[in-house]
């Protein structure tokens, strides 16, 4: 059985998609920690212990696809955490598989309202 998501790492550059995200699962009651770039994210993501880490593809100095990489590469570096990828960068077919290899989910932010992005972490098994 799955543990519940109670933390989570929030890696995301955009402010208004950033702060409307980290509001909502706040109120919601998570606990969220938001990082605005891809070296801190990936450095925060393996300092701290998360359930979830919902991780943007487009980031100022380490792109989200170079992050999922370096925590999911040869060796899952964050085993107890599961990542879901969130975009608006529309990606090749094989570059998406790619991703969604390594990652837990792959959503795409222009479908995901801070209401539905809450019912898919309380879905995750």
């Given at each position: 059985m799955a543990i519940p998501v109670k933390t989570i790492l929030l890696i995301e550059d955009d402010p208004f998609i950033s702060d409307m995200y980290a509001r909502s699962l706040r109120k919601a009651g998570?606990?969220?920690d938001l990082?605005?770039?891809?070296e801190d994210g990936a450095k925060t993501a393996l300092a701290k212990q998360y359930d979830l880490i919902l991780l943007d593809i487009l980031l100022p100095e380490k792109q989200g696809s170079e992050v999922l990489k370096i925590l999911r590469g040869d060796k899952d570096l964050v085993p107890n955490s599961r990542v879901l990828v969130l975009t608006n960068f529309s990606q090749d077919d094989e570059s998406r598989q790619a991703m969604q290899s390594k990652a837990d989910g792959y959503l795409i932010k222009a479908d995901i309202t801070p209401r539905k992005l809450?019912?898919?972490?309380q879905s995750l098994k």
């Open positions: 998570y606990q969220v990082i605005s770039n891809g809450i019912e898919i972490i």
